[in-house]
C-alpha cells in the first residue's frame, strides 16, 4: 500500500536554528499539506500546496515558515528561526482529487 | 469557519464492550467528515469517511459511523470493542469550500480494559 514518508521521525534543534522537515507524498497525489500537533493538544492545519504553490494557510503559518517541493517528488516545511513553541509532532499528508488524506507517521521536532 | 467538537476526552470501557465516541461540528456550508485514528508512536490513519451518500459509513474493523446533518454530528460507534482498539480517535471536518483543507477535533483517548 502506497504510503506518505516522513524524514526524520524525530529532530532536536537549538532555539534560533533553521530545520527542514522533508516528506515524500504518494506519488500519485496532486494535494500536500502540512500540519502540527503540539503535546495535547488539537492537530492543526498549516498550510496546503497544490501545482507548486500554497493554495492555503493559516495563521500559524506566517514569515518564519516555507514550504517547497524542490524536485517533484519531496515536499519539505522549512522553520527559518525556531523558537520553543514550535516544539510538535508535525504531519505531512497527501491528497489525490477524492478528499482523502494520507499521512505520514510525523516528525517529531524538539527545540531546546 | 468549522469546528469540531469531541465532547469526550477519555473513555475508559470493558473488553467486548460497546462504546461511540462522539463528534459534532458546526459549518455553514456542506461538509466531509472523517475519522482518523492515531496508534501510540504512529501517525494517523484514515479509519473511515463520509463524503456524499448514504449516511452510514463502515470501516473493515468493525466501526462505523453515522453522519446525522440535523445534529450536526458524526458520531464513532463499535458494538464490541477489542484491546487493540485503545488508540487516540480524532474526528475531522473539511469544508466544500475550503479546499482540502482539514479541521480536526480534540481527540478522545479509547482504553480499553481487560
Known amino acids: 500500500e502506497p504510503e506518505v514518508t516522513q524524514t526524520p521521525s524525530h529532530q532536536v534543534t537549538q532555539m534560533g536554528q533553521e530545520v527542514i522537515l522533508r516528506c515524500v507524498p504518494i506519488s500519485n497525489h496532486l494535494y500536500f499539506y502540512w500540519y502540527r500537533q503540539i503535546l495535547g493538544q488539537k492537530v492543526e492545519f498549516l498550510v496546503s500546496f497544490y501545482n507548486n504553490e500554497i493554495s492555503e494557510k493559516s495563521e500559524i503559518f506566517d514569515d518564519q515558515f516555507s ?9 519539505t ?26 499521512f505520514g507517521q510525523g516528525t517529531r521536532l524538539t527545540v531546546v | 469557519a468549522q469546528s469540531v467538537t469531541q465532547l469526550d476526552s477519555q473513555v475508559p470501557v470493558f473488553e467486548e464492550a460497546p462504546v461511540e465516541l462522539r463528534c459534532n461540528y458546526s459549518s455553514s456550508v456542506s461538509v466531509y467528515l472523517f475519522w482518523y485514528v492515531q496508534y501510540p508512536n504512529q501517525g494517523l490513519q484514515l479509519l ?7 449516511t452510514l459509513v463502515e470501516s473493515i474493523n468493525g466501526f462505523e459511523a453515522e453522519f446525522n446533518k440535523s445534529q450536526t454530528s458524526f458520531h464513532l460507534r463499535k458494538p464490541s470493542v477489542h484491546i487493540s482498539d ?29
Open chain 1, 77 to 102: 516545511l522549512k522553520i527559518r528561526s525556531t523558537k520553543l513553541e514550535d516544539s510538535a509532532m508535525y504531519f505531512c499528508a497527501s491528497s489525490g482529487d477524492d478528499r482523502q488524506a494520507f
Open chain 2, 86 to 114: 485503545t488508540a487516540e480517535y480524532f474526528c475531522a471536518v473539511s469544508e466544500d469550500n475550503a479546499g482540502n483543507m482539514l479541521t480536526f477535533g480534540g481527540g478522545t483517548r479509547l482504553m480499553v480494559k481487560p
Open chain 1, 67 to 75: 514550504v517547497e517541493r524542490p524536485d517533484g517528488s519531496n515536499f
Open chain 2, 48 to 54: 473511515l469517511k463520509y463524503l456524499s451518500g448514504s
